[in-house]
């Protein structure tokens, strides 16, 4: 099935045609999730960045929807009373009437308002308003499901909520009312019934059916036109959660999802095309280090350093500073986040650099979170030992430091037989007895509860990565999400990502995929696949996404093994690289991060919106989406200087001279290739903002962007 361009737009430029005069000063906008202030999954965190661009899009008259979740509300919202009368008016008809409606700040940036519905308060409501949503829509929810339920009583207090909000406005209202997912999505199918005046937009962020489908080892992209929808989600007993959704999608006057590749899968399994493409941002500023982010890698590549040498300890018989290290992250999902390909690849890799003899050692990091009892002992260790050959070290120091000081002091040079006497070689060669192990260095950082039956255990079993002193790959299976505080590996997720050398998401099933977006705001280079949206977006926008850094892995029409031939390839060729050409592609990728931001991405969600007010309000707003040209899209050229890889280079060997590296010099020129990057990237595109005070930035970050007449 060919991977054809939608109906939506999926090119940056190819909004160039928008009214910026789109007047919003009448109109509302609900942003309805059930990740509002409360962090259940990756959609929390598309709310949360993109909050302060809509929030000054839309000012006082943007709010989000959620439900109420005491332990967020008491660290994330600060209480208030509603600003806007007509709300108030709405939230006290409302708890007149035995709901518990909360208003607030949501204490993020940008400081947007939230409405907080308590779900559980209304559940006396529950079958009452399964009956009625059987008699109105065929839908029946079966009393077990949890989470169907909540979806019910949310759908409905939300319906209640915007009919109410409707009925106690004095003048006929433009309302915009934006849902995420299928567990909103049932407010969105009430409105439409309830013929509310709301333009309505449904956003799917992954299908539920695709979801299951991929995690059941199917052929999911060859076979997606001959599914048969309705027994395929029965068999799987998400009927109901199916239904809500795919009714949600056909009534929403806009419907839309992030990527390309999202798009044909609602296609044919919610039968409808998204009418646009809005992939997911970041608030590159957060991660942004202006030029530092060279020597933040280091200084975080130097605390990974310090772990390793706690975990191999006794058999660090490697050189660390000819160590790369690699790491996946992300839900553990084994075969839909591609961590059993990632582990083959390793496999083939390890066999390459041995035969090769290669003095480079990939150490391979799985950072997903699994069921656990406690840390490992013998890692819990290996962290001791390193800390107290640490403190010997130090002691030795301070004692040869005296008597150094001293020899100076009397106008002689030292007798360096003298310096160290015995009690200091004793003290030495206990430390060095205490790094003595018995037993390879453990693969999994913690005590699994299902150790027989792990999947990423088996696999390394199947394999035979042991972590042995003849092996060039090393696997450490981390199965708890990163902290700071954390005994182990204290460094918080952010911290990590910055001091590895690369991201590997072989993704099978990615309809977005954060992590390598974050990976590129931060300067590290990643391998996604054409299966993943971010991968999709950037085939589309880089003419050679290696070059800068985004290994596009061919997942969709190649085989298993092909596939996994392509990542080793990756891989090996990465290792290969010297430290200047892996400097220079992670001065490249960072320029890439621009590209990512909500600044630029933000521009397909407003548009969803004008197009949704057009269509509800024909008589008030008028919006035509032009279709990009097929010249009007912009790519990023191939990089003029020296290719990052050898295996594109004239370099036939890893090892370079200085000959080699000064030629590299000559032809690599960072500011002149950061020049031309500025002038492939438009500015962002501004809107004239309710918030006056808000400054629009350029994409150069200095207030410089383009502004509204």
Request: net charge negative; proline share 5%; charged share 25%.
């Amino acid at each position: 099935m060919p991977l054809a361009r939608s109906l939506s737009v999926t090119s940056l430029s190819g909004l160039e045609e928008w009214d910026e005069e789109f007047d919003l000063e009448d109109a509302v906008l609900f942003e309805i999730a059930w990740e509002v202030a409360n962090k259940v999954g990756g959609i929390y965190t598309v709310i949360q960045t993109k909050a302060r661009l809509t929030a000054e899009e839309w000012g006082e008259n943007y709010f989000l929807v959620g439900p109420y979740v005491e332990s967020n509300v008491r660290t994330q919202v600060e209480l208030l009373e509603p600003t806007n009368p007509v709300l108030k008016r709405t939230i006290d008809k409302m708890n007149a009437s035995g709901c518990k409606v909360y208003f607030g700040r949501w204490l993020i940036e940008g400081s947007p308002y939230v409405v907080l519905i308590d779900v559980a308060f209304t559940a006396w409501s529950l079958d009452s308003w399964k009956r009625e949503l059987w008699d109105l829509c065929d839908i029946g929810v079966p009393w077990f499901d949890r989470e169907a339920n909540d979806a019910v009583l949310f759908g409905f207090l939300t319906a209640w909520l915007l009919g109410e909000f409707a009925a106690q406005s004095e003048e006929p209202p433009h309302i915009v009312a934006h849902f995420h997912e299928w567990l909103a999505g049932l407010g969105l199918v009430l409105c439409r019934h309830r013929k509310l005046p709301i333009a309505t937009i449904f956003t799917t962020h992954a299908t539920l059916l695709g979801r299951y489908l991929c995690a059941g080892s199917v052929d999911f992209y060859n076979k997606l036109a001959e599914f048969n929808v309705d027994k395929e989600a029965g068999d799987r007993q998400i009927y109901h959660r199916y239904c809500l959704e795919r009714a949600a999608a056909h009534c929403a006057h806009v419907f839309t999802t992030v990527s390309q590749i999202t798009a044909i899968e609602a296609e044919y399994l919610l039968k409808r095309s998204p009418d646009i493409i809005t992939p997911n941002g970041l608030n590159v500023k957060k991660f942004s280090a202006v030029h530092e982010f060279q020597n933040l890698h280091a200084q975080s590549k130097n605390r990974i350093q310090e772990f390793v040498r706690g975990h191999f300890y006794g058999h660090l018989d490697f050189n660390l500073d000819k160590s790369l290290f690699l790491f996946i992250a992300g839900r553990y999902e084994f075969s839909n986040k591609g961590a059993d390909i990632f582990l083959e690849a390793l496999a083939r890799l390890n066999y390459l650099l041995r035969v090769n003899h290669s003095d480079v050692t990939v150490i391979a990091f799985f950072i997903m979170p699994a069921r656990t009892n406690n840390f490992n002992v013998e890692t819990l260790k290996g962290q001791a030992v390193r800390k107290q050959l640490w403190d010997t070290a130090q002691t030795v120091k301070e004692r040869f430091g005296k008597k150094l000081y001293d020899s100076l002091l009397v106008g002689q040079l030292p007798d360096v037989a003298k310096m160290l006497d015995k009690e200091d070689f004793t003290i030495m060669k206990r430390a060095i007895f205490a790094t003595q192990r018995t037993c390879q260095p453990p693969v999994c950082t913690h005590n699994m509860l299902d150790d027989s039956s792990d999947p990423i255990l088996n696999c390394v079993r199947r394999i035979g990565l042991f972590n042995s002193s003849a092996d060039r790959v090393k696997v450490i299976f981390h199965p708890e999400f990163l902290s700071s505080t954390s005994p182990l590996l204290p460094m918080d997720y952010e911290e990590f990502v910055r001091g590895c050398h690369l991201g590997v998401f072989p993704s099978y099933y990615e309809p977005w995929g954060y992590t390598p977006a974050e990976c590129t705001v931060m300067g590290i280079p990643s391998i996604s696949t054409n299966l993943s949206g971010f991968g999709c977006f950037m085939e589309e926008h880089i003419a050679d996404p290696s070059a800068y850094g985004i290994y596009i892995l061919d997942r969709r029409y190649r085989g298993v093994d092909e596939s996994c031939n392509q990542l080793t390839s990756f891989l090996f060729q990465f290792c290969k690289q010297s430290r200047r050409q892996r400097i220079i592609q992670r001065n490249r990728t960072e320029r890439l991060s621009e590209l990512l931001d909500w600044r630029y991405l933000g521009r397909y969600y407003i548009s969803a919106r004008h197009m949704a007010l057009a269509k509800a309000f024909p008589d008030t707003y008028m919006y035509e989406l032009h279709e990009p040209t097929s010249t009007s899209g912009f790519r990023y050229p191939r990089p003029a200087s020296v290719p990052p890889s050898p295996a594109l280079s004239r370099h036939s060997s890893p090892h370079h001279s200085e000959a080699e590296d000064n030629g590299d010099e000559e032809r690599y020129d960072e500011d002149l290739e950061a020049e031309k990057d500025r002038v492939n990237i438009r500015q962002p595109y501004a809107l004239p903002f309710k918030n006056k005070s808000s400054v629009v930035l350029g994409a150069n970050g200095n207030g410089d962007g383009v502004t509204s007449e």
